[in-house]
């Protein structure tokens, strides 16, 4: 098709034969003749234009390597070679456009045929740029996938395995040759059969799926945990043609969160046990002052029915024995007040019978417990339907009869019951019921009592007055005679000095006798001291750096520093030495949990209240954790269990709302921790 180019002795082409331009110029691809020795270019076509961005004015005339600043993957030397042996070459290069975009396209080299050296080549140029940073990226994809640690591999969306890298033959076992064309389903245990299923549909719908675990089986039968990421593999049309999969082994980490788990239900489940042991011996404590508070016993009693509910009770009630021998019901206690109604209803319609749990306890003097009531019993013990549709709305769980019992004698009942809260009796509260119901029949027994002794009692109080009034006036009379013997008394005799000790001790005696007298008819009550507040008028910032100055030795050992930002003086009432203990509370909490991190610790007033900000940089606190941390014995866990026993914000809180404040903390997990106190001026 090409001649060769003539020149003249000058070195200038004087005769080219070259195809049609019409015909070159419909084609897509670049087409472009140059002599092989001088480089010049003679033609160019539109597909050149198109692809370089030079016009043929621009090019013809001009060395094409270096317009195009080729970049060949050979010496150009061994292409000659090849266009002078085999008449053709065909290989990538690089080209530079007018525009300074780098392109590759893949060429092919044609040269003048005869018996005489190469000269004029005619190239034909194709853009294979995009395919080929394609072809660059998915090379480098498939190294990185070959040597990741995770296991990748690839499927079509029947879920047919296409790919399968060696980490993937680690953690299934699986060589690539024993899996590939198989069904994922060989990975999946036999309890998740609608697991795949699912999962191809949510990818046939273009979605993303991250981090989700499940579980896998290895090609040994045995299991894993595993965490897998996959996404939806598109052609370059946009159409959704399989799948790939990342996959990570977290069986160990599942192993250790379940064994944290375990560990941290069974140190709840001793918390709880403390908490409730402390709470019933708690109540007894408060039961034992309520029965000590009067001896009114039926006032007492209906205390007592008050207390327990709901502290160790949803529904309490207690039946005492009147003067005639009849049981009757003395007080209902229940959190749901309109309950109680429900319950007297329940009573009235249907009275215990003579096998009842209470006419046990009345004839045998022992306690009676269900600790767990189903419906299947309440559904035995039914008398109609009516019966058992009041018994299931009061929704009694479980529950405790004992006998209140003094001297030997039955003089009453009282009945503890769960329902609503969901809790169980055991045991323990057995034990718990049947000393509350010794001490409330002794309340009872003691009040009855009390009322035979009532007339004795008035005796003994006109007695006293009596006595009281008739020994001041004696008592008197003799203090006046003891100072008038003292002035009888003279200096100068010589018993004098024995006179005055005799009267000296006769007017103690006197002064005795009077402190008797009062003392009989003093009557003190000592009530339970309450949560006080000792106030007085100091600068809240000063009291920040005198606590700041307290914890120097601890900042350094810690390696940390406190930025303080107090905003001029912030006065006001308050309790110097609580307020002392909720900033140390916090700087230590700071600390704690702070590490090396610097402290930033501000003060600010404005009209209303003081606001004190400590803001520490540790790991945070968890959105769900930010108000459970002020109740009692609670801490955030951390990967260093720092140590503690929860109590330091408990208390912080406590002194705040005993001032009229709040106390709250603001936090982003990873990113520190801030605590607010406001309190009024």
Sequence with gaps: MIDRVRQNPDGEAVENYVPPSALLDLAYDAILCWDFHTELITLWNRGAEDLYGYSRDEAI??????????????????????????????????????????????????????????????????????????????ARMAAIVQSSNDTIFSKTLDGIITS????????YGYTDTEIVGKSVAILVPGDLPDE??????????????????????????????????ISPIRDVSGTITGAATIARDITERVRMEEEHRRLLDRERAARSAAEWAQERLSFLAAASAVLGTSLDFEATLTNLAWLAVPRVADFCTVLVMDEEGELRRLVAAHVDSEKIAMAEELERRYPPGKDSGTSRILATGEPDMIAVITDEMLARGARDAEHLRLM???????????????????????????????????????????????????????????GETQEALQLREEFLSIASHELRTPLTALRLQAQLLRRLVKDDQEPAGDSRRLIDGVERQVKRL????????????????????DTSRFDLGVLVREVVARFEDELQAAGSSIALDLNGPVLGNWDRHRLDQVIANLLSNALKYGGDAPIHIATRADSEVARLTVSDQGPGIATENLERIFDRFERVETSDRTPGLGLGLFIAREIVEAHGGTIRARSVSGQGSTFTVEIPL
Excluded: C
């Design 61 to 138: 005339g001009h060395p094409v390597h270096d317009l195009l600043q080729t970049e060949f993957p050979v010496p150009l030397d061994h292409i000659g070679h090849a266009l002078d042996t085999r008449g053709h070459w065909e290989g990538q290069l690089v080209h530079h456009t007018k525009d300074g975009r780098t392109i590759v396209v893949s060429s092919r080299w044609a040269a003048q045929t005869g018996d005489l050296p190469p000269s004029t080549v005619l190239e034909i140029n194709t853009d294979v740029t995009d395919r080929a940073r394609r072809e660059e990226q998915d």
């Design 164 to 171: 399968w890298n060696p980490a993937a033959e680690r953690m």
């Design 196 to 229: 795949i299923p699912s999962i191809l549909a949510r990818l046939r719908r273009g979605e993303r799926i991250e981090n989700y675990e499940t579980r896998r089986v290895r090609k040994d039968g045995s299991e894993l945990n595993v965490s897998i990421s």
């Design 392 to 450: 299931r709305e009061l929704q009694i769980g479980s529950y405790i009869s004992a006998p209140l019992v003094a001297r030997g004698r039955v003089l009453g009942v009282i009945s503890l019951v769960m329902a609503e809260s969901g809790r169980h009796y055991s045991k323990d509260d057995l034990s718990l019921v049947m000393d509350l119901a010794r001490r409330a029949g002794t309340a009872v027994d003691n009040a009855r009592l009390y």
């Design 514 to 533: 009077s402190r008797l007298t009062s003392d009989l008819l003093d009557v003190s009550r000592i009530s339970a001291g309450r949560f006080e507040l």
